[in-house]
């Protein structure tokens, strides 16, 4: 069965600074993996998604993931936090030996100090 | 293009009554499922559609929830009669379609509706 663990519920980082956001999946089967950003009052935005064409996956707003697979992580960072950026982050992966739901981490909630 | 949208955003309803979600997709999206995050917790996977067919309701809590979509077009999830540990907020998401082996297709997500059962 596939699982993804998130790293760290909540995430303070100073304004300026590298973010990085981890997860772990776990996959018997060459995974596809997401990442979402949850802004207050709002839905489930894509921010990248790694789909075994490269391991380098650049995103939206500066965001980008590394995927490796020794490692079985999925990381998410930005070298330089923005105000903007504080939201609510998500791993997810594909269930690929199904219906292709996804499977969620627990989230993480990034803070950013002035 | 009009994004996924659900209804009510809001919901607050008493033990034992009934509620029903909707969600209407990305036009022209095949697929179609639901997700609940309860409090403090991940979201969890609900069910799939593939059109009207359900492809996959493994996630459904019991035989309380009732999730339809008729025409293959906008979904409703009843829940009857609800309870507490129902609370939470149910997001839905859309993707185009469906194809055996690709399984990147990006789900699209709407804003959710947080359900409040007292």
């Known amino acids: 069965a596939q699982s993804v663990t998130q790293l760290g519920s909540h995430v303070s980082v100073s304004e300026g600074a590298l973010v990085l956001l981890r997860c772990n999946y776990s996959?018997?089967?060459?995974?596809?993996l997401f990442w979402y950003v949850q802004y207050p009052n709002q839905g489930l935005q894509l921010l990248l998604k790694?789909?075994?064409?490269?391991?380098l996956v650049k995103g939206i707003n500066g965001f980008e993931a590394e995927f490796k697979k020794s490692e079985t992580s999925f990381h998410l960072t930005k070298p330089s936090a923005h105000m903007s950026d504080a939201a609510e982050y998500f791993c997810a992966v594909s269930d690929v030996s199904g219906t292709y739901k996804y499977i969620f981490g627990t989230g993480t909630r990034l803070k950013v100090l002035a | 293009e009009a994004g996924v949208t659900q209804f009510p955003s809001h919901s607050v309803i008493e033990k034992g009554q009934t509620v029903t979600l909707r969600c209407d997709p990305i036009?022209?999206?095949?697929?179609l499922y639901w997700y609940r995050r309860v409090m403090g917790k991940e979201i969890k996977f609900l069910l799939h559609?593939?059109?009207?067919?359900?492809q996959d309701e493994s996630g459904m809590p019991n035989n309380r929830f009732l999730a339809e979509r008729t025409g293959g077009t906008y979904s409703t999830l009843k829940v009857q009669p609800a309870e507490l540990e129902d609370s939470g907020v149910y997001f839905c998401?859309?993707?185009?379609?469906?194809?055996w082996g690709t399984g990147a297709d990006t789900q699209y997500f709407g804003p959710g509706t947080r359900l409040t059962v007292l």
């Open positions: 036009s022209g999206h095949d697929n």
């Open positions: 790694y789909t075994s064409a490269a391991t």
């Open positions: 996959s018997s089967v060459p995974p596809y």
């Open positions: 559609f593939v059109k009207e067919s359900k």
């Open positions: 998401a859309s993707s185009q379609e469906w194809q």
